[in-house]
């Protein structure tokens, strides 16, 4: 199993990964549920966004107390799981 993934840094990283991915993905289903009146694909997104921000966040906190990050590091990177791109910023500048 690749390193990356096997200490809780990494699964974190993995997962904002996979959120922001998901975040965007989302945008694309919107356009469909809305313009094309497709809603299918965008409760499948929907759903599996939710489960990984909230992955996020418990692996946040998990990261938090485990690296000791202080209070400005930990609500930035919350921040960036909210804003479209965000988490493949703090990938690079925060972690």
Same mark, same amino acid.
């Given at each position: !199993? ?15 990964? +996979?959120? $922001?991915?998901?975040?965007? +993905? +989302?945008?694309?289903? #919107? /356009?469909?549920?809305?313009? &094309? *009146? #497709? =809603?299918?694909?965008?409760? /499948? /997104?929907? !759903?599996?966004? $939710? +489960? ?5 966040? /418990? ?6 107390? *485990?690296?000791?990050w202080k209070a400005g590091k930990v609500t ?7 804003? =479209?791109? $965000? ?7 925060? &972690?």
């Amino acid at each position: !199993m690749s390193k990356f993934i096997t200490t809780p840094l990494g699964r974190f990283r993995a997962v904002a990964l +996979l959120e $922001g991915a998901s975040y965007l +993905l +989302l945008a694309f289903t #919107m /356009v469909l549920k809305y313009k &094309y *009146e #497709m =809603p299918f694909p965008n409760k /499948v /997104v929907g !759903m599996i966004h $939710g +489960l990984l921000f909230v992955t996020y966040v /418990v692996l946040l906190i998990q990261v938090a107390i *485990e690296f000791r990050w202080k209070a400005g590091k930990v609500t930035l990177a919350f921040l960036a799981s909210l804003v =479209p791109f $965000g988490t493949f910023y703090a990938d690079k500048k925060i &972690y």
